[in-house]
């Protein structure tokens, strides 16, 4: 009985810190630093359209009170600034990735923790990278292993068959799939394989369906089922629910073999 009421206010004390994790930052930003413990998704920080010393602000109260901060369309004047207060100083350091501009921002003692996850990733062509790293990103820091292959869509199609085979036999769990143009491939794929499939349009497309409107709609309309769509160079939300998916069949390995998942 003491067992069951320790448990029982454990769980409140739980649910009440997670319903209160909003904390406000400086009158200009509130931080949702209690998401990841409430969604299994850390707060990802959109440099776009804010001023550097904001961003800078925000970076540094999230690595405060959370251990990092995940920055997302970071330019050059953001990354600069960051890199002069930070300078990897105050047991802090600072990695940019230029091709994806997502900039992470930790303390030295923040580890991510394994989940057991697994997200395969695929683009139609190399123009596609900077928005699949982006979500690979994402992927790798809510805890998932990832396997990445580029420039294989369908103008030579010959060239999807021996990545594809390589993400089945490594088990992966979803395969998240980055295409322009007509945005045909993960139409492919997910006639192909027998796990969940994202499809993320990229805007590396012109003509009648520029900036990405035709891979959109191409992906909306597609036949092939157990494929979803996110939005128009959505990296970061096509990274994020498909290492939903991955660490659910990570704990699931995790709870089959023995050992205990990331809580």
């Keep these: ?30 931080l949702d630093v209690g998401r990841e413990i409430r969604k299994g998704i850390p707060e990802v920080v959109l440099a776009e359209g804010k001023a550097p010393g904001d961003v800078v602000g925000i970076a540094q109260a999230m690595v405060e009170r959370t251990g990092r901060a995940i920055i997302s369309r970071a330019d050059g004047a953001c990354v600069r600034l960051l890199r002069s207060k930070i300078r990897n100083g105050n047991g802090t350091r600072l990695d940019y990735l230029p091709r994806s501009r997502i900039a992470l921002v930790k303390s030295r003692s923040f580890q991510v923790r394994p989940s057991g996850g697994r997200v395969g990733i695929l683009t139609a062509g190399t123009s596609d990278i900077p928005v699949a790293e982006e979500a690979e990103t994402i992927a790798n820091e809510m805890g998932c292993e990832t396997r990445s292959y580029y420039d294989v869509g369908v103008a030579g199609l010959h060239r999807l068959f021996d990545p594809l085979t390589d993400l089945l036999k490594w088990d992966a769990d979803v395969v998240l799939v980055v295409a322009g143009r007509e945005g045909a ?59 939903m998916i991955a660490n659910r069949m990570g704990q699931a390995r995790n709870r089959g073999s023995g050992r205990r998942g990331p809580r």
């Design 1 to 30: 009985m003491a067992m069951r009421g320790f448990q029982s206010s454990l769980g409140k004390i739980q649910r009440k810190s997670r319903l209160l994790a909003v904390k406000e930052l400086a009158g200009f930003a509130k």
């Design 185 to 243: 491939l993960p139409t492919v794929v997910a006639g192909i394989v027998d796990v969940p499939v994202v499809g993320v349009p990229t805007s590396k497309s012109y003509g009648f369906g520029e900036k990405g409107l035709a891979a959109l709609a191409a992906m909306l309309q597609s036949c092939s089922l157990g494929m979803s769509v996110v939005n128009i160079d959505g990296g970061v939300g096509a990274g994020a629910v498909a290492a």
